[in-house]
T-cell receptor
Framework: GQQVMQIPQYQHVQEGEDFTTYCNSS?????IQWYKQRPGGHPVFLIQ?????EVKKQKRLTFQFGEAKKNSSLHITATQTTDVGTYFC??????????FGGGTRVLVKP | DAGVIQSPRHEVTEMGQEVTLRCKPI?????LFWYRQTMMRGLELLIY????????DSGMPEDRFSAKMPNASFSTLKIQPSEPRDSAVYFC??????????FGQGTRLTVV
């Protein structure tokens, strides 16, 4: 079946630094979504990408969908302590069935 | 709207007992999802419904698990009999067509 892999599994970041988390699918996706889950919380939707090569920005967050629609990335600039949490990508092949990646757990060192 | 509402928030039960988790989706949403989250397996889709009809239950681990959606505003996930390995956080989520999924607060299930 469809698999969605995320790397790295953990990301320790110094406050103020940038980092990127990557998402790869075993199959071509119709769309990809990104979610953030704070410790003890529930996943919260960040963004959806649909078009090949699409790039979207939300303040310090930049999301990209690969040309082949099989991979995606999330880049955070000038990391803040509020960025702590686990970032999940979720890919849909058809319909609305989302397959979540394993997530990247982000820890910020002040 | 109050968002997706799940109950109970926490459930501790003994092995062999029946457990029922409840979910009220956001009004007007036509998709409802049940997910299970553990450290080992991450966030797994168990089953999802479209307009109250189960579409894909391939993620349901065993026959001990069953889910129903009798109407557009209510769904249940039942485990009978429960086992310690069922301990996890169970999330319900809803969405409108192929858009963002709104998650509930989750039910933390502990089976002892």
């Amino acid at each position: 079946g469809q698999q969605v892999m995320q790397i790295p599994q953990y990301q320790h970041v110094q406050e103020g630094e940038d980092f990127t988390t990557y998402c790869n699918s075993s199959t071509t996706l119709s769309n990809i979504q990104w979610y953030k889950q704070r410790p003890g919380g529930h996943p919260v939707f960040l963004i959806q990408l649909v078009k090949s090569g699409e790039v979207k920005k939300q303040k310090r967050l930049t999301f990209q969908f690969g040309e082949a629609k099989k991979n995606s990335s999330l880049h955070i600039t000038a990391t803040q302590t509020t960025d702590v949490g686990t970032y999940f990508c979720a890919g849909a092949v058809a319909g609305n069935k989302l397959t979540f990646g394993g997530g990247t757990r982000v820890l910020v060192k002040p | 709207d109050a968002g997706v509402i799940q109950s109970p928030r926490h459930e501790v039960t003994e092995m062999g007992q029946e457990v029922t988790l409840r979910c009220k989706p956001i009004s007007g949403h036509d998709y409802l999802f049940w997910y299970r989250q553990t450290m080992m397996r991450g966030l797994e889709l168990l089953i999802y419904f479209n307009n109250n009809v189960p579409i894909d239950d391939s993620g349901m681990p065993e026959d001990r698990f069953s889910a129903k959606m009798p109407n557009a505003s209510f769904s249940t996930l039942k485990i009978q009999p429960s086992e310690p390995r069922d301990s996890a956080v169970y999330f319900c989520a809803s969405s409108l067509e192929v858009t963002e999924a709104f998650f509930g607060q989750g039910t933390r299930l502990t089976v002892v």
